[in-house]
């Protein structure tokens, strides 16, 4: 079945001097509009289009590719404000979507100005709409990421600890202010690396590669210590510089970082003074 606001292979079953039509199952026959008409959309071809509501709500498939897909998030530029319905986005089609007055939350809009919105379908209506209150609408489950993944997130608010991104298919994750480099402006699109996929499903983020890949190994090297040593190790973030280097052949900064990758994955516990292997880990 067709899906509204995304891109779906459909099969040409007709064509007038308006376009081709293709089959949207309970939609019904979809027209493609003559401009966005190839040579490869001959009857009975398979083709990918993306399909949306017209200005008359009545679906309509393009070859064009907007900006994001329902259920994705993108930071998209602000072009018309209508005082009665709300703000209207360029998502790179030529119907513009809509920002309704009651999904702009705390976001600043203005002409000109770009918001980071996700994109869902209209309960009602059946229209697609954007929503900038990204807290309602971040997906829930395990992120489909591995740790030193590459991905493409947005900054959506400050927090204590550094800034609170989605990534681009609605996942939450915390860049942490020590790893973001330059300050992020809200809304803008980063990419980042996957340091860690935490027990709640939420992410740890980081601006460059290099650090997980320093940090990684370092941190099954410290494992690999305390098994030798029966589980527990005298050293800590508190230790002397002098020491850590003796043991580990690292910097002070980088064995912190290996055990705060280790602690938060569950694997070590401080003991105050040195660490030790968590509980689960011994068994």
């Known amino acids: 079945m067709a899906l509204i606001g995304r891109h779906n292979r459909l099969r040409v079953v007709g064509e007038d001097h308006h376009g081709v039509y293709v089959h949207g199952d309970a ?5 493609v509009p003559r401009r966005y008409v190839t040579p490869e959309m001959r009857l009975g071809a398979l083709i990918e289009v993306f399909v949306y509501l017209d200005s008359k709500d009545r679906p309509v498939a393009t070859t064009e590719t907007p900006l994001v897909e329902v259920g994705g998030f993108a930071s998209l530029k602000v072009v018309a404000i ?26 600043e809009v203005r002409v000109g100005r770009r918001v980071l919105v996700t994109v869902l379908a209209d309960e009602i209506s059946g229209r697609l709409v954007a929503s900038a209150r990204i807290n309602r609408h971040l997906r829930s489950g395990r992120p489909p990421y591995e ?9 959506y608010a400050r927090t204590p600890l550094g800034f609170a991104c989605v990534t681009e298919d ?5 860049l942490y202010g020590s790893e973001a ?15 860690l996929v935490r027990p709640d499903n939420k992410l ?17 090297q410290i494992l690999a210590a ?15 510089p002098e020491e850590i280097r003796e043991h580990f052949g690292a910097s002070k900064k980088a064995f912190k ?9 569950g694997k070590i516990v401080f003991t105050r003074p040195g660490v030790a292997l968590s509980e689960a880990r011994r068994i």
């Open 170 to 174: 609605g996942y939450a994750g915390l």
């Open 147 to 155: 740790s030193g993944e590459e991905l493409k997130a947005f900054v």
């Open 204 to 220: 740890d983020l980081r601006r460059d590669a290099s650090g997980y890949q320093r940090v990684a190994p370092l941190a099954e």
């Open 82 to 107: 209508d005082d009665g319905v709300g703000a209207f986005l360029d998502w790179g089609l030529a119907k513009d979507l809509l920002l309704p007055f009651r999904e702009q939350g705390n976001a």
């Open 226 to 240: 305390l098994r030798a040593s029966g589980g527990a190790l005298p050293l800590d973030d508190s230790s002397p």
């Open 27 to 31: 939609y019904g026959n979809i027209l």
């Open 257 to 265: 970082q290996a055990l705060g990758a280790l602690l938060r994955e």
């Open 181 to 195: 480099g330059a300050p992020p402006e809200l809304g803008e699109p980063l990419r980042v690396h996957v340091s």
